[in-house]
């Protein structure tokens, strides 16, 4: 009779019944053969030491082929996410440094860009700002890359939202499966805990908007009108995530749908307006 380890399979015809004989455990007799005492028959391991040390190293297989199964577009798009949002956390903080360095040798205020670039080839700061500008180069490229992938795992999202909120809304609820099951409500005010907690304890004013601010409609709007925009925006977004999480294909009226409503929102605000 052949039974399969994870060694291989092994004849028990061809082992001696002596062999095999297990390890007492306890009271209770073994539920399958003693493995090691087969891979010692049959040739496999010398003694213990070598059996302990390739059943590490076939564990650790294992653990690598998961890993590996679990490497999927939306798994690289999340990472890629973080990475976008360390890079830019790190330039502002390295350029409000250079900044405090620089006004040690000048008065002049400058910012930013023209700031690392003017002082690159300094002798005390260049170090700095060269590498403020290869962070910058670094966030440039990831973002076309954040891009590209949000365009392949949710098109109808990212033609919405815009590629890059696409992608910040993906990560912050965790994937898309776990976007495409909120409700629209919950992904208005997504990004916007601290204001939602604070409201519940009734110390502030329920948030309009969370994440989807940084949408040109709704940064876009009259202040009055926000909240109405933010309501309908993320209502359609959470028709696209579901619709990318179902494997849909991208859909022609979604985006058409939503400028006219839009549309109604702020003639209607203008109307009361007068």
């Known amino acids: ?32 053969p003693d493995l090691r005492a087969l891979a010692k028959a049959c040739g496999f391991a010398a003694d213990d030491g070598e059996y302990n040390r390739l059943l590490r190293e076939a564990a650790l297989g294992l653990v690598r082929r998961s890993i590996l199964d679990g490497s999927t577009v939306e798994q690289d798009l999340l990472q890629a996410m973080e990475a976008l949002d360390n890079l830019s956390q790190a330039i502002n ?23 690392a670039e003017g002082l690159k080839e300094d002798e005390n700061m260049g170090t700095l700002a ?24 949710a098109p109808n999202l990212a ?33 916007a805990e601290k204001s939602l907690f604070k409201h519940l304890k009734g110390h502030a004013p329920s948030p309009k908007h969370g994440l989807i601010f940084r949408h040109p409609a709704v940064i876009g709007s009259a202040k009055k009108l926000r ?30 749908s939503l400028e006219a409503r839009l549309r109604d929102i702020k003639q209607r605000g203008r109307n009361r307006g007068r």
């Open 93 to 115: 903080l390295l350029d409000e440094r250079l900044y405090e360095w620089s006004r040690l040798h000048s008065q002049e205020i400058v910012h930013g860009k023209d700031l």
């Open 227 to 256: 909240g109405r925009v933010a309501r309908t925006l993320a209502a359609k977004l959470t028709i696209a995530a579901r619709l990318d999480y179902f494997g849909a294909g991208l859909s022609m009226d979604l985006q058409a």
């Open 159 to 191: 033609a919405l939202a815009g590629p890059i909120l696409a992608a910040r809304l993906i990560s912050r609820a965790g994937g898309l499966s776990r976007l495409a099951k909120m409700p629209s409500s919950r992904v208005q005010v997504m990004g």
């Open 1 to 32: 009779m052949e039974i399969l380890t994870w060694f291989g399979r092994v004849d028990l015809q061809m082992i001696k019944p002596q062999q095999l004989q297990p390890e007492p455990v306890g009271a209770f007799p073994l539920p399958q």
């Open 130 to 153: 060269k590498a403020i500008l290869g962070l910058r180069e670094s966030r440039k490229a990831t973002e076309t890359d954040v891009s590209a992938a949000s365009q392949a795992l």
